[in-house]
Structures are given as structure tokens and as C-alpha cells.
């Protein structure tokens, strides 16, 4: 407490705390969405660049027979057309190279792994290679586009050029899958959305060809654990613009649907990784923000059986605290998924990011991580997969 001349006290510890949520509306303000305006008529004839028309759509796939049977048939009732679609089949075990074929894809069998890659690098180099458009658009197996995805990606790559990106709306199932919630919000914290120099997202991807051949494109990030994040970085250092957009009615994902092993093995793989990739600027205000949500986590909980930090904080504050980082999060989550209660159980979200934080770090330490039956060797550790 500080008494001031008026004779009112002020309690230091609420002001950090009241600080410390503000960031989060400065870090988050709003999610802006991938926009919707029409393509440009070609001013030159059919072949003019400043009005792409003819796309390729490249889906990396390993092991997504159920995922493709809901993203081929949206692909096809786009109301702009693919001129391909293409199926990189990652030496899967399942039915995906059959379901891809059964609705119209063009197949194409990734070659055996070399060393120095990560599958996922390695199938979009592949695939991007053999595409035919002058605009490629990447797309995870598991994104489910709204019929004009594809006319707002390419009308976006008209209007900024470089990498366009969206991170999709987050559709979940069953309530294990909603502990993907703080992941979801500081990735988003962390990727300056709607700027020029955002951060990519790796399920929505859309470039000219001539640009992701300018950059290098996957072959540059191949041993890259987060490989949109490096994308991103390489097109910036070129000079050339990431722009990234939320997707809430653009394009969604079911991410995890089978179940907590999954979710927890593909957080683990990225999320240390990642937080590697984020400005140290905005790493920081997070750090700032995330430290006053495990405040207000703890607090209301431990305050119940005695075991609550600082001695005996007021209750009133306590259900305060709780109830600000609450209804932010009720604001913040709305525009990225269906997380339905989550926001009102945030300690639950927070204590599961926290320990799946740590056994991702611990990982990155030990210089290895598991994906889809993979092992890839990282850190400073030779970076080849086996």
C-alpha cells in the first residue's frame, strides 16, 4: 500500500495485476478476418499478373483418409474453381491416397524422406513444385473452407502480395480437445494479425509461385519444426509481405480429434518451438499477461482451502480478478473456436498449457520431438528425421 497526499491508498499489487490484464487487450484487441472482396478483372488479358486466376491447391496428407473426405468435396463446390488439386500421400498407412483419387485429386506418392527434411517440408516442396498455377494455396488435410475461401485468398493476394494466412476457426467435439484454448489465443497473441509483417500460419497458406520459388519456398525451412513460422520469417527478410487474418467464417479445423495423446504429442512438437518465433517485444507483453491469468487461476481455487498467495487476500478482489480475466477470455475465445465454457474454467486451460509448455521445452532440450510416428532430431543436434 502507498498512501497518497488525498489520503487514498493504493495497493500496488492490484495495480500490477490490473496492468497485466490491460496487455491482453492490448495484445489482442480484435481478430480480423480474412476479408471479403471481389477479384480484379484483368486489365491485360488473361495472363495479366496483377489478376491471378488460375490456382493450385497443394494438401500435404499423411494418414487423413477421414479428414480428405471433408476437404475434396468442399474444394469442389468452391465458387472459384482449383485448376488442380493436389494430394502429397506422406507414405501413409490408411486409405488416403484412394480417397484423394476417389474425389478427383491428383495423387502424388512423396518420395522416401531425405535426411534434413521434415515430412510435412517435404511433401509441400514436392507438391508445390509439380503445381501448374501462378498462385499456390496450401492447405492442412484437416481445414474445412467456406465456398469462397479460395476467391478471398487469391483477392488478398492481389491486394498485398507476398504470403497470405489465416488461422482457422477452431471447431471442437469433445471437451478434451478445448484444452487447446490457451495455445489457440497466444499463437494468435503472438502473430500481429492483419499487419504486413505478421507471423504465418502453416493450415492456410496462399503465394504466386514466383514468389515461394524467390524465396526458396520449404526447401529454405526444411528441418524447421514449425515450418510456417520459418516461411513467414524467410518471405520478410526477402521484403516480401505476411499478411495473416482469423478465419472464423472463412475456413475451420477440427485439430485434435483423437483425443488427448494426439493433442498433447502435436503441441508438444510446436509450441516451444514456436515461442521461439514471436518478437521478444511481444513474447514479453505475453509473458506479462499469461503471468496475471495463472495469478487469477490460482487464486480464486486456493483461496477455498487455505492456500492462497500473499496471506489472506480480500475475497471481493480475488472474485474480481477471477471474473476480468474470465470475461476476456469469454471475448478473446469467441472470435477463435467454439470453446463454449472454457473461459469460465481458464485454470483448467492454463495448468494444461503449462504442463504441456514444459514437456515441450523439455523436449527441444533433449533435441527431439514425435509427430505422427516420426522422430526428428532438432536443436543444435543434426536436424534429420528418421
Known amino acids: 500500500m502507498i498512501g497518497l497526499p488525498t489520503g487514498i491508498t493504493l495497493d500496488l499489487d492490484a495495480v500490477s495485476l490490473l496492468v497485466r490484464w490491460l496487455l491482453g487487450w492490448v495484445l489482442l484487441p480484435t481478430v480480423p478476418g480474412l476479408p471479403r472482396t471481389a477479384l480484379r478483372a484483368p486489365a491485360g488479358g488473361a495472363s495479366d499478373p496483377s489478376a491471378p486466376s488460375q490456382v493450385s491447391v497443394v494438401i500435404p496428407a499423411r494418414n487423413e483418409e477421414d479428414a480428405l473426405a471433408i476437404l475434396l468435396p468442399a474444394l469442389s463446390a468452391q465458387n472459384h474453381r482449383a485448376m488442380e488439386v493436389i494430394v502429397v500421400d506422406d507414405h501413409s498407412t490408411d486409405r488416403t491416397a484412394k480417397v484423394a483419387a476417389d474425389h478427383g485429386a491428383t495423387v502424388v506418392s512423396a518420395a522416401p524422406l531425405p535426411p534434413g527434411w521434415t515430412g510435412k517440408t517435404w511433401a509441400v516442396n514436392q507438391g508445390a513444385h509439380l503445381a501448374r498455377g501462378d498462385v499456390l494455396v496450401l492447405l492442412d488435410a484437416d481445414t474445412r473452407p467456406a465456398p469462397d475461401l479460395l476467391t478471398r485468398l487469391l483477392s488478398a493476394c492481389q491486394r498485398h502480395g507476398g504470403l497470405v494466412t489465416v488461422q482457422p476457426y477452431h471447431l471442437m ?149 477471477y471474473a476480468l480475466y474470465a470475461i476476456q477470455l469469454t471475448v478473446m475465445l469467441r472470435q477463435l473456436g467454439n470453446f463454449g465454457p472454457t473461459a469460465l474454467l481458464f485454470p483448467l486451460a492454463i495448468a494444461g498449457f503449462l504442463l504441456i509448455f514444459i514437456r515441450s521445452l523439455l523436449g527441444s532440450l533433449r533435441g527431439e520431438v514425435t509427430w505422427k510416428g516420426r522422430t526428428v532430431v532438432t536443436g543444435t543436434r543434426n536436424r534429420s528425421p528418421r
Open 173 to 321: 467435439v469433445r471437451p478434451v480437445e478445448r484444452l487447446a484454448a490457451m495455445f489457440n489465443l497466444i499463437g494468435v497473441m503472438g502473430a500481429r494479425l492483419g499487419r504486413r509483417t505478421g507471423t504465418a500460419f502453416g493450415p492456410v497458406m496462399a503465394t504466386r509461385k514466383a514468389d515461394y520459388e524467390a524465396t526458396g519456398g520449404h526447401a529454405l525451412v526444411r528441418s524447421a519444426i514449425v515450418e510456417d513460422i520459418a516461411l513467414g520469417r524467410e518471405y520478410r527478410r526477402r521484403g516480401l509481405p505476411v499478411h495473416s487474418f482469423g478465419g472464423r467464417d472463412a475456413v475451420a479445423f477440427r485439430m485434435y480429434p483423437h483425443g488427448l495423446g494426439q493433442l498433447v504429442e502435436g503441441f508438444t512438437k510446436n509450441i516451444a518451438a514456436g515461442a521461439l518465433g514471436i518478437p521478444w517485444w511481444t513474447l514479453l507483453l505475453i509473458v506479462g499477461w499469461l503471468s496475471g491469468a495463472m495469478v487469477a487461476a490460482w487464486e480464486l481455487p486456493a483461496a477455498l482451502v487455505g492456500w492462497a498467495l500473499g496471506g489472506d487476500p480480500p475475497a471481493l478482489g480475488i472474485c474480481v480478478l
